[in-house]
């Protein structure tokens, strides 16, 4: 069994930054994908950025390419999304998922279907 727990949301103005982390516990050995979802409200969820664990090659969404940066501490089991020049539109729940498998295309990795485990996320709230 995985558990992943994130931190770090919070109300921030537009233009501010902020750091986001999820730390894994478990079987974390097995874990090969790390990825970061938001939710607003009303809308469906959506992958912005991802790792794999093993070599640290990074995917982003188009839609934040440049502004979200995800990274990783071996050591500490931790994923973090570092998010510089928020938007009012940034704001949303934000979620940490694992996955322990290798097969996936590009394209399946900001999937939220390529996931299995899932934290119960952590607030964003930009105002202008």
């Known amino acids: 069994q995985v558990f992943v727990v994130e931190s770090g949301g919070g109300s921030v103005q537009a233009g501010g930054s902020l750091t986001l982390s999820c730390v894994a516990s478990g079987y974390t050995d097995s874990l090969t994908y790390m990825g970061w979802f938001r939710q607003a409200p009303g809308k469906e969820r959506e992958g912005v950025a991802t790792i794999y664990i093993r070599d640290d090659v990074t995917y982003y969404a188009d839609s934040v390419t440049g502004r979200f940066t995800i990274s990783q501490d071996n050591a500490k089991n931790a994923v973090y999304l570092q998010i510089h020049s928020l938007k009012p539109e940034d704001t949303a729940m934000y979620y940490c998922?694992?996955?322990?498998?290798?097969?996936?295309?590009?394209?399946?990795?900001?999937?939220?279907?390529?996931?299995?485990?899932w934290g119960q996320g952590t607030q964003v709230t930009v105002s202008s």
């Open positions: 998922a694992a996955d322990y498998r290798t097969n996936w295309s590009r394209d399946q990795l900001l999937l939220t279907s390529t996931y299995k485990h």
